[in-house]
């Protein structure tokens, strides 16, 4: 089992900045990819950002040039920077872990933080 504990998420003004973390326990290996994801209400969950284990990054077009992942292996954390917020980017954020073992592939989820952007 994995579990992940989110943070970071608050009210902010347009134009503002958060950074979310996720940090990570359990049986993880090596090589795994974490991520951001983001549910508004009414609408599905979508990717934000997504980060392999050996760095690949891959970005929402909608986020491009504005959020950054990364993530420090030695502590099992990812981070998103959220810069130039805007009304659009809130939602509730989920931290995900996904990692293949015996040619299954495992998802796991955080519990969630809520980013609120004011206009």
């Known amino acids: 089992q994995v579990q992940l504990v989110e943070s970071g998420g608050e009210l902010v003004q347009a134009g503002g900045s958060l950074r979310l973390s996720c940090a990570a326990s359990g049986s993880i290996f090596s090589f795994n990819a974490m991520g951001w994801y983001r549910q508004a209400p009414g609408k599905q969950r979508e990717l934000v950002a997504t980060?392999?284990?050996?760095?690949?990054?891959n970005y929402a077009d909608s986020v491009k040039g504005r959020f950054t992942i990364s993530r420090d292996n030695a502590k099992n954390t990812v981070y998103l920077q959220m810069n130039s917020l805007k009304p659009e980017d809130t939602a509730v954020y989920y931290c995900?872990?996904?990692?293949?073992?015996?040619?299954?592939?495992?998802?796991?989820w955080g519990q969630g933080t809520q980013v609120t952007v004011s206009s």
């Open positions: 980060i392999t284990s050996s760095g690949s990054t």
């Open positions: 995900n872990l996904g990692q293949r073992f015996h040619s299954l592939q495992y998802d796991y």
